[in-house]
């Protein structure tokens, strides 16, 4: 599984889209990218996953880079429901199946 | 009941007694996986079942740390002889599949005194 890298803590105005960066330079040709998040007291939930393409669905957007090291999650429109910590995770669909997550991105949704 | 439940929510002990922790995965779903969470930091793994069997413990920290899921549905976590750095929030989550979509519990605080 790669390693993923993501800025502790980003903020951002309620109403207003969200990009959250994930770095995965080592990330292999079969390495799924998902994001999940966690809000307060709560296991985390799932966001969405893709491989290579763009990917769509009702909580939020992802865009991947071409060469595939990086990746942006897309909150289309903050609210203050979605003040979570966002984890991107990389991860190797076979073998082990363990998701590996990282500290996460700490995401404030201001009023 | 349709999600991951776990109990108890709250454990409180003392140092060198035996927790045990359960998991009642969505019905339906093979996989369950265990994860621990210390404060401020992501989710740790710590073993993966497929079925009955363990398809992956290298995360257990050590030898005090078990977990079994005999028919493939219900798990427990077993700790022995607690310590106080055993204290943490621990998840379970389930899937359907060894690629789907994790379901994840509310967590066990488990605090060790």
């Known amino acids: 599984d790669a390693k993923t890298t993501q800025p502790n803590s980003m903020e951002s105005n309620e109403e207003e889209p969200v990009h959250l960066p994930c770095n995965h330079s080592t990330i292999s040709g079969t390495d799924y990218i998902h994001w999940y998040r966690q809000l307060p007291s709560q296991g985390p939930e799932y966001v969405i996953h893709g491989l290579t393409s763009n990917v769509n669905n009702r909580m939020a957007s992802l865009a991947i880079a071409e060469d595939r090291k990086s990746s942006t999650l897309i909150l289309h429109r903050a609210t203050l429901r979605d003040a979570a910590v966002y984890y991107c995770?990389?991860?190797?669909?076979?073998?082990?199946?363990?998701?590996?997550f990282g500290t996460g991105t700490r995401l404030k949704v201001l009023a | 009941g349709a999600g991951v439940s776990q109990t108890p929510s709250n454990k409180v002990t003392e140092k060198g007694k035996y927790v045990e922790l359960r998991c009642d995965p969505i019905?339906?779903?093979?996989?369950l996986y265990w994860y621990r969470q210390s404060l401020g930091q992501g989710p740790e793994f710590l073993i993966y079942?497929?079925?009955?069997?363990?398809?992956?413990d290298s995360g257990l920290p050590n030898d005090r740390f078990f977990a079994v899921r005999p028919e493939g549905s219900v798990s427990t976590l077993k700790i022995q002889r607690t310590e106080r750095g055993d204290s943490a929030v621990y998840l379970c989550?389930?899937?359907?599949?060894?690629?789907?979509?994790?379901?994840f519990g509310e967590g066990s605080r488990l605090t060790v005194l």
């Open positions: 079942f497929q079925g009955t069997g363990a398809a992956d």
């Open positions: 019905s339906g779903h093979t996989a």
């Open positions: 989550a389930s899937s359907n599949g060894a690629y789907g979509e994790l379901f």
């Open positions: 995770i990389s991860q190797t669909p076979s073998g082990t199946y363990k998701y590996i």
